[in-house]
């Protein structure tokens, strides 16, 4: 089974996905974060989503080798904590559109139950940046991808999680 929580940032789509994970696995499941510790402030949101989880999964840190982590690592329910990040990690380490979206293919494919999270990021202005534009578009095409492939597809909004598939 595979699904995918999207929202707005801070919408809820994190509690949200990590409680239907904890509802759909019969073991302890796992909790791939994919956060680069860059500043005080993003500190402070790592530690956060820390405390939320608790000790309800089993926590990899991996910033950009999500196939490989999971395919070696996980041998059972996985919730991919966050892809925009993961995007953002991409881009900054050289990595282009193809070679994303042949990683997340790669991931669609495993057996896995495995819950993905991602920044809806497509609702607002066209930026004036060229990477933030990047950014934008590969966001889109890598959810319109995963939505695809997933059985179950929630949008988050105000702490609302809505079945939209």
């Known amino acids: 089974m ?9 919408s809820g789509k994190s509690l949200h996905a990590e409680n239907f994970i904890l ?19 993003m500190q402070i ?4 989503h820390k405390k939320q989880r608790k000790d309800n999964f089993i ?30 990690n ?4 050289g990595f282009d559109f193809f070679a994303m979206k042949e990683e997340l293919t790669n991931i669609l494919k495993l057996k896995q139950n495995i819950v993905f ?4 990021v497509g609702c607002g202005v066209i930026p004036e940046n060229k990477l933030a534009r990047e950014f934008i578009d590969i966001s889109g095409k890598l959810s319109q ?4 492939h997933c059985d179950e597809v929630y949008h988050t909004v105000a702490g609302i999680a809505t079945r939209i598939k």
């Open 117 to 120: 999270v991602i920044n809806d």
């Open 2 to 10: 595979k699904a995918l929580f999207i929202g707005g940032i801070k």
């Open 145 to 148: 991808l995963i939505a695809s």
């Open 90 to 93: 991409m881009l900054y380490h």
């Open 23 to 41: 509802k759909n696995s019969l073991t302890k499941p796992y909790y791939l974060a994919t956060t680069e510790f860059i500043d005080d402030e």
């Open 59 to 88: 926590t990899i840190e991996e910033p950009l080798k999500l196939y490989e982590k999971i395919l070696l690592g996980c041998h059972d329910s996985v919730l991919v904590e966050c892809l925009s990040i993961w995007i953002n």
């Open 45 to 48: 949101r790592i530690n956060e």
